[in-house]
């Protein structure tokens, strides 16, 4: 019933993928943040860039930045030149240059004169990767719901008697409802919500999916939410004054499976040759949901393989 979060651009994306690339192949403690804004020493003024990477070496912090390119043309000493400048100029200890497409010779020279270091990302295919990162499909499972009714019952002044449905109910909203127009409104301090939002609200105050398998068919439960006589609802036939709404709901948790044919697959590579394999499952319904493993391309112990990700815990 909520509407879904927006997907970066690609070169966001990009940008994101290489700070967690970094922050999986550094040691725990690494704080890594993408984008970030440093103070010019020259200038003064704030300058941005594509991600940061902050370590405490002895009592000293370190400051390493990041800078992606996602282009098609090999990257060339211009940019390591300008690279360079700019670290210079806000003070970092050393900056990481990554691109797609690779760096010609001029640029990796003056890269290794200037503090830069030069990574390339390339795709792997199944067979290419490493094979301690064998993990064949990730299951992610997602909460469902479809709403099955909404029924509503007047406010009455002095009457403490708690109501159930379906014997209390005066008045069930149409099936055509829109579920995010705000037909309730506060006289008091004049706010608005929607179904949608009342649903919200019984997830926080609630936990409406307790005892539902995974799996499973739709348990359908109806929630019972009580207003003091401050709040009105809009119906067809003019508003009311509400008492209680009740509100029924098909819930499940169902699956998304994603085999690792459709996981990002990535080498993440510097000119010497040594490089990183990192499998990236991400689900396709939720932005943020991943579930990752990484370890070095040559790498036979499945001890340093580093497990990240972010998706919901269960709370206890």
Same mark, same amino acid.
């Given at each position: 019933m909520t509407a879904r979060r927006r997907r970066n651009p690609e070169w966001r994306e990009f940008e994101l993928? &290489?700070?967690?690339?970094?922050?999986?192949?550094?040691?725990? !403690? #690494?704080?890594?943040? @993408?984008?970030?804004? #440093?103070?010019?020493?020259?200038?003064?003024r704030l300058r941005e860039v594509d991600a940061s990477i902050r370590a405490k070496v002895g009592t000293t912090e370190m400051l390493v930045t990041i800078e992606c390119r996602r282009r098609s043309k090999l990257q060339d000493?211009?940019?390591?030149?300008?690279?360079?400048?700019?670290?210079? =100029? &806000?003070?970092?200890?050393?900056?990481?240059?990554? $691109?797609? $497409? !690779?760096? @010609?010779?001029?640029?990796?020279?003056?890269? $290794?004169?200037?503090?830069? =270091?030069?990574?390339? &990302? =390339?795709? *792997?295919?199944?067979?290419d990767i490493n094979p301690i990162l064998g993990l064949d499909l990730v299951m992610f499972w997602h909460k469902a719901c479809a709403i099955t009714g909404a029924g509503i019952r007047a406010y009455r002044a002095g009457d403490d008697t708690v109501p159930e449905p379906?014997?209390?109910?005066?008045?069930? *909203?149409?099936?055509?409802?829109? *579920?995010?127009?705000?037909?309730?409104?506060?006289?008091?301090? !004049?706010?608005?919500? @929607?179904?949608?939002?009342?649903?919200?609200?019984?997830?926080?105050? #609630?936990?409406?999916?307790?005892?539902?398998?995974?799996?499973?068919?739709?348990?359908?439960?109806?929630?019972?939410?009580?207003?003091? !006589?401050?709040?009105? &609802?809009?119906?067809?036939h003019g508003p009311w004054k509400l008492g209680h709404v009740f509100l029924s709901m098909a819930m499940w948790i169902e699956p998304e499976m994603i085999p690792v044919e459709e996981a990002l697959k990535v080498s993440y590579s510097d000119p010497d040759g040594s490089s990183v394999h990192r499998v990236e499952f991400s689900s396709q319904r939720t932005q943020d949901w991943r579930i990752s493993l990484q370890a070095q391309s040559d790498s036979q112990d499945v001890s340093e393989i580093r497990v990240g990700g972010n998706w919901p815990h269960n709370k206890e």
């Open positions: 993928l &290489i700070a967690r690339i970094e922050a999986d192949a550094g040691p725990r !403690g #690494l704080v890594v943040k @993408s984008p970030d804004r #440093l103070r010019c020493k020259l200038t003064g000493v211009t940019w390591i030149e300008q690279l360079a400048t700019k670290k210079s =100029s &806000i003070g970092a200890d050393r900056t990481i240059a990554v $691109s797609v $497409s !690779g760096f @010609s010779a001029e640029a990796q020279i003056a890269a $290794s004169h200037a503090g830069v =270091s030069l990574r390339k &990302i =390339s795709d *792997l295919t199944v067979t379906p014997d209390d109910v005066e008045y069930i *909203l149409p099936p055509d409802t829109d *579920l995010f127009a705000p037909i309730f409104h506060d006289t008091e301090d !004049g706010s608005s919500w @929607s179904l949608n939002d009342v649903w919200r609200k019984v997830q926080e105050a #609630l936990n409406p999916y307790a005892e539902i398998a995974k799996g499973e068919p739709p348990i359908t439960r109806t929630a019972r939410i009580p207003y003091p !006589g401050t709040v009105s &609802i809009d119906t067809p």
